[in-house]
């Protein structure tokens, strides 16, 4: 009787250690996430309490986080300064429509890696990657010269072999600057996806293709009808690294336009316009009322996405684990 009381004491302070240990675990684990979360999103929330803040607030010690009073009058200022809606259209059309000719024009070259055998493919597609690892610092000046004096494969050239002049064609201050490098795949980051859709078209299986090609498919129809509909994560990822990078591209753009401003050149520039027109009074309050128009500038820069990322991010993470982003 004295050993069955034991046992069944031995048993439940198993139990409850058990309880204890997987309780501590799960305060332990929410507690170490809650920080991670609040690590990463600290930035943003700083930005959106800076934004929504009134003036009269801002070297207030007594707030910390929530304005006593909410305004719209930061966000207001920058829209008008930075010509929001304009700038917006402007980054809109390089973004997503340099994405999709890119999002094309690679998966085409992924898929020719993946499933097709030539020449010298190993060393194209060294090449290919040798793309990712190349700073675009060092052949912006022949890409700007190549867009400033463009030229048809070199026919420009034929009237020289006359006595004439070149015939070239300036590009610069136009969105052909970064559309043409999409359509032929070597715009932003694009050695980086055709390396991406490689992979994942490595990773579907042959027979869906032998089948359509028994039933006479060619390999443009096989490529729209059986590999595109199987391959919607890979696309969706490819096309929302894609436009982010596009979004948040300041180098080239100012490079290439002097008449076009995009969100991320409009936010550069906003500093000197809150200066020149603010007409602010005291170093201090400059100081700080400056700071607050620029994190009300970086939130209407990051809205478009966050509004994108939050109707796409389930299939955005779903896209990330089936392209072997992670791990």
């Known amino acids: 009787m004295d050993r069955a009381l034991k046992e069944n004491r031995l048993l439940r302070r198993k139990v409850l250690l058990t309880k204890t240990g997987r309780a501590a675990y799960g305060v332990f684990h929410y507690a170490l996430l809650t920080l991670l979360s609040f690590i990463l999103l600290y930035p943003l929330l700083y930005m959106l309490s800076m934004s929504l803040r009134p003036v009269n607030q801002l070297l207030d010690p007594t707030i910390v986080w929530i304005p006593r009073k909410l305004t719209l009058d930061n966000i207001l200022k920058v829209w008008e300064r930075i010509q929001f809606p304009k700038a917006l259209l402007q980054s809109a059309v390089i973004s997503v429509g340099?994405?999709?000719?890119?999002?094309?024009?690679?998966?085409?070259?992924?898929?020719?890696?993946a499933r097709f055998k030539f020449r010298f493919k190993g060393l194209l597609f060294s090449l290919v990657l040798l793309?990712?690892?190349?700073?675009?610092?060092?052949?912006?000046?022949?890409?700007?010269?190549?867009?400033?004096?463009?030229?048809?494969?070199?026919?420009?050239?034929?009237?020289?072999?006359?006595?004439?002049?070149?015939?070239t064609i300036n590009l610069l201050n136009s969105f052909w600057t970064y559309f043409l490098p999409g359509i032929l795949g070597s715009g932003i980051r694009a050695g980086l996806f055709i390396y991406i859709f490689?992979?994942?078209?490595?990773?579907?299986?042959q027979d869906l293709e032998d089948a359509a090609y028994i039933d006479g498919c060619g390999f443009i129809k096989t490529f729209l009808r059986v590999i595109v509909p199987n391959a919607k994560a890979s696309f969706l990822t490819v096309f929302l690294f894609s436009m982010v990078w596009y979004w948040n591209d300041y180098y080239f753009v100012s490079m290439y336009f002097t008449k076009v401003r995009t969100v991320s050149t409009a936010l550069a520039t906003l500093t000197s316009l809150l200066g020149m027109q603010e007409g602010m009074q005291g170093i201090i309050n400059d100081t700080y009322l400056i700071s607050t128009r620029m994190q009300a500038g970086c939130l209407l820069t990051i809205v478009p996405l966050l509004i994108v990322y939050i109707f796409l991010q389930k299939h955005f993470t779903e896209g990330i684990e089936r392209t072997g982003l992670v791990g």
């Not at 000719?101 to 070259?109: E, G, N």
């Not at 490689?198 to 299986?205: A, C, E, K, T």
């Open 131 to 167: 793309t990712i690892i190349v700073p675009p610092q060092t052949i912006i000046i022949p890409s700007y010269m190549g867009f400033r004096f463009f030229d048809f494969f070199g026919l420009g050239s034929i009237p020289t072999l006359f006595g004439g002049e070149a015939l």
């Open 198 to 205: 490689r992979q994942f078209f490595r990773g579907l299986p």
């Open 98 to 113: 340099t994405s999709l000719l890119q999002l094309v024009s690679c998966a085409l070259t992924g898929y020719g890696f």
